[in-house]
């Protein structure tokens, strides 16, 4: 507890000096997320300049709100749910060209099995084994090609676990964070997170196999 209250109130006094307009107080915050924000934003728009336009829209946006913010979530937070909608309303307004088959694609949710049924026996076990990719060599795995089928297989994700995992392992944020700013159940995060990493997975596999 004494914990929580230390951190409480040190919480409050970034908060204070923030809408004090104390610069150091702000180039603390950018510090400690630019990074991370520039990530997530990465994850929404595919051009560089454009992740950070969202970025700098995002510090604009919190500095003119902070005396609005009401503290029922942490600063971190609030700061990263203003970047995901900044960066999903310029991915739409970017109007990024769809691949034909998506018009055809329906939103799975969190349904269906995440891998093939026919790749398990009867008794619930693997028949063939998923690729270690052992035997593909670093430059091609960590190849821009490589990177690239793997932000198409992001892309190609329903929302809920797109956002969960850009959110988890392209910014980098902890669960805890992800079920915040998503406002979603720690087992919903485990949920959509584990299925997305499998769709990925399974892209990438037939992709280097």
Known sequence: MLGARVGD???????????????KAFASLVERYHGSLLRLAAGYVKDRALAEDVV???????????????????LKTWIFGIALNIARSRARREARVLPFTSFFRRDAGDKGPTVASDRFGT?????????????????????????????????????NQRDVIVLRDVAGLD??????????????????????RAAVRKSLEGYLS
């Open 175 to 196: 669960s805890s964070d992800v079920c915040s700013v998503l406002a979603i159940s720690p087992e919903n995060q485990r949920v959509r997170l584990h299925r997305a």
């Open 9 to 23: 109130k040190a919480a409050a006094n970034e908060l204070n000096e923030l809408r004090a307009a104390d610069e």
């Open 56 to 74: 700098q829209e995002t510090w604009l946006v919190c500095l003119r709100s902070l005396d609005r913010f009401e503290g029922r979530s942490s």
């Open 123 to 159: 008794d619930g076990m693997w028949k063939t084994w998923p690729d270690p990719w052992t035997n593909v060599p670093e430059e091609r795995l960590l190849g821009q090609e490589t990177m690239a089928h793997v932000r198409e297989a992001i892309d190609a994700l329903p929302r």
